[in-house]
């Protein structure tokens, strides 16, 4: 993890703040080319925040945001658009395009980036429902299918311009477990045969555990930990051994902040 | 005290905010990069479903509230002898003043809250934070063609609107109350005149496209994506694009009118 050569986005000393609350103090984080990584953090960390703020939907207060060479938060909304282009993201809910079938939500992004005919592009969407196991339910609009049936819609549309990253926003949550093994599957499949860069943010343990070859655990703004999944098993800290086991109480409190209890009981109205 | 006035101070700062963000939507759907080729299918698709299916409800209105207006003129002028004038009277009316503010405060009921909703669906759904992530502006792609679909149909209602109404006065005064036919059409004709009138109640009628439709899109863009903050910018936008309509109209209305 030493060579700057391996890093396709580089962030360093990240800040973001809504209101009056800080997100972000000073995150640094790197993530390797090829690989499969994963955020990891309790809820409310700003793991989907982060995946807006590389994808430039957001603006940091400071720091940069490196992908592939490029600074995010100082580029142009035109150039911002064609390094999206390269970005692929599959959103928690799918997004998909509620007015357009499911070949047509594939092959929109076809559609406004390439000139290519439109044969060529009606074999690129089969190939790439073909690989999510989609290619017979081409025809059916967005509200007809099942919600682990949209996401794989929107993965397919996710890679279809065979991006260089692709970024998961919470892949798993509210999945079936046949549903979530299908994803985990296709992550693990897509990654290795398409070759791109995959960023996994979830809280879902086992797994992500399972497929990613790097983790950063973000909790409080900043990275409690970092390593393969077998070192995050291993780390002694109390907060990752919260977090890896599901531990309800710890560093993590139970409790949001709040008087004391007794206090405020005998207190009244 | 310093609170009402820092309150005071926080509307006001809200309201200017607010203000800036419709005024960059609007500079970035209109002005930025037009690409016609592309617009023209999504236009012609949003003509249809802010225009097209607005239509039963203006002709409906239209048609009412010309046979009101034949009936209100001439128990009116029939005391003054002068029920010839009753053409003369619904054509004025319609042109000038009903016909482009009720087809907006209509327009503003069907299609309006119809345009907030979906974009603020769109914005609730990350449909448009995934268009956005595809590398497609939203601006362009979705608020653009909604934008000049409004803009475009509401005139073409309006004057949909004057004549169904000229058409229901007609059919209440001369076919029901017995007013000669002759008479009735000429005193319109006579009375209505072309740059006065109709160019001024269509100079109305496109200042109100433009501001309806551009709250409608504003609100949906702008909304907390949650249902409840959808319902609230549906709700905002009938009501603000109505008291919209009525001040441009008065202020219109003066500037046009005021020194005859």
């Known amino acids: 993890m030493e060579n700057i050569e391996d890093f396709i986005i580089n962030i360093s000393d990240l800040s973001f703040s809504r209101g009056d609350r800080t997100i972000f103090r000073d995150l640094n984080m790197q993530i390797p080319r090829g690989k499969i990584t994963a955020i990891m953090g309790p809820s409310g960390t700003g793991k989907t925040t982060l995946l807006k703020l590389i994808g430039g939907q957001l603006l940091p207060d400071t720091g940069r945001i490196e992908v592939e060479g490029s600074n995010i938060p100082t580029l142009s909304r035109s150039d911002l658009f064609e390094v999206r282009a390269r970005m692929g993201m599959l959103f928690q809910s799918g997004a998909l395009f509620t007015d357009m079938s499911v070949f047509e939500n594939v092959a929109f992004p076809l559609r406004v980036h390439t000139d290519l005919p439109q044969d060529m592009i009606r074999d690129v969407v089969l190939m790439k429902l073909q690989a999510v196991g989609l290619r017979g339910a081409r025809h059916l609009m967005p509200s007809e299918l099942s919600g682990g049936m949209s996401r794989r819609v929107a993965l397919a549309r996710a890679i279809v311009l065979d991006p260089h990253i692709v970024m998961y926003d919470e892949p798993f949550t509210g999945q079936d477990p046949i549903a979530m093994g299908v994803l985990v599957n296709l992550i693990r499949r897509l990654n290795q045969a398409l070759g791109h860069t995959s960023i996994i943010v979830s809280h879902d343990i086992q797994e992500t555990l399972g497929i990613a070859d790097y983790i950063y655990l973000v909790s409080g703004g900043s990275v409690i930990a970092r390593g393969t999944p077998a070192e995050l098993r291993a780390d002694e800290s109390e907060q990752v051994k919260q977090f890896m086991h599901g531990l309800p109480d710890g560093p993590v409190a139970f409790h949001f902040p709040a008087d004391d209890y007794q206090t405020e009981l005998m207190k009244g109205l | ?260």
Not at chain 2, 86 to 97: D, F, K, P, T, W
Not at chain 2, 126 to 148: N, T
Request: charged share 10%.
């Open chain 2, 1 to 260: 005290m310093l609170d009402r006035l820092q309150a005071l101070g926080h509307i006001g700062l809200e309201g200017l905010s607010a203000l800036g963000r419709s005024g960059s939507l609007l500079a970035h759907a209109l002005i930025a990069r037009p690409q016609p080729m592309l617009m023209f299918p999504l236009l012609l698709k949003q003509i249809y479903f802010v225009g097209v299916l607005s239509l039963v409800i203006i002709l409906v209105s239209g048609t009412f509230i010309g046979m009101v207006l034949g009936l209100q003129g001439y128990t009116i002028l029939v005391s003054y002898g002068s029920e010839q004038a009753v053409g003369q009277m619904v054509a004025l009316s319609l042109v000038r003043e009903l016909g482009p503010v009720v087809t907006a405060l209509l327009f503003a009921g069907r299609a309006g809250s119809a345009l907030t909703a979906e974009i603020g669906l769109m914005k609730a759904t990350e449909q448009l934070s995934s268009m956005e992530m595809i590398g497609v502006d939203p601006y362009r792609r979705i608020i653009a063609p909604r934008f000049w679909a409004g803009f475009i149909c509401l005139p073409i209602l309006a004057a949909i609107f004057s004549t169904v109404g000229v058409w229901g006065g007609a059919l209440v005064s001369i076919d029901w109350l017995g007013i000669y036919e002759g008479s009735f059409w000429a005193n319109m004709q006579h009375s209505v005149d072309f740059y006065d009138d109709v160019l001024n109640g269509l100079i109305k009628a496109v200042s109100f496209g433009f501001v309806v439709t551009w709250v409608a899109v504003y609100q949906g863009y702008d909304c907390v994506p949650t249902s409840e903050g959808i319902s609230q910018a549906t709700t905002r936008t009938v009501v603000y694009a109505s008291l919209w309509v009525l001040g441009l109209d008065f202020i219109l209305t003066a500037l046009m009118f005021g020194d005859l």
